[in-house]
Nanobody, 124 residues
Framework: QVQLVESGGGLVQAGGSLRLSCAAS?????MGWFRQAPGKEREFVAA????????NYADSVKGRFTISRDNAKNTAYLQMNSLKPEDTAVYYC????????????????????WGQGTQVTVSS
C-alpha cells in the first residue's frame, strides 16, 4: 500500500502562483492531480507518466499549470500559475501502482492510491 501526502496548498490572490507537492511512500507509475470544488464533481487536472515524458492536462489548466515528478524522491509536483478564483478547490494527488511507464491517465477509476487533499483558495 502506497501512501500519498500532499502539501503546498493555501490562499493566494488571483494571478498568483502556488506549487503543490505529493510525496509517495513507494514506487508509483502514473501520477496525477484531481480537484473538487464545493458542490461539484471531482475533476481531472493533470497527470504525468512514470517516464516523465508524457503528460495530460485538463483544457481549463493548459498553459497555466505544469505537472512534473522526481522518481528519486517519489514525489510529484503541480506548479500552478495565473491562478483564477475558479481554481479554488481541494486538490487530490493520485497514483497507480502498476502499468506502463509511458501512461499518464485522466480517469479517476484507473488510480489505486489517493492523498487526503490540500485546499487551494484563490481570492478575486
Amino acid at each position: 500500500q502506497v501512501q500519498l501526502v500532499e502539501s503546498g496548498g493555501g490562499l493566494v490572490q488571483a494571478g498568483g502562483s502556488l506549487r503543490l507537492s505529493c510525496a509517495a511512500s513507494g514506487r508509483t507509475y502514473s501520477m496525477g492531480w484531481f480537484r473538487q470544488a464545493p458542490g461539484k464533481e471531482r475533476e481531472f487536472v493533470a497527470a504525468v507518466s512514470r517516464s516523465g515524458s508524457n503528460f495530460n492536462y485538463a483544457d481549463s489548466v493548459k498553459g497555466r499549470f505544469t505537472i512534473s515528478r522526481d522518481n528519486a524522491k517519489n514525489t510529484a509536483y503541480l506548479q500552478m500559475n495565473s491562478l483564477k478564483p475558479e481554481d479554488t478547490a481541494v486538490y487530490y494527488c493520485t497514483a497507480t501502482g502498476g502499468g506502463t511507464i509511458w501512461y499518464a491517465g485522466r480517469i479517476a477509476s484507473e488510480y489505486d492510491y489517493w492523498g487526503q487533499g490540500t485546499q487551494v483558495t484563490v481570492s478575486s
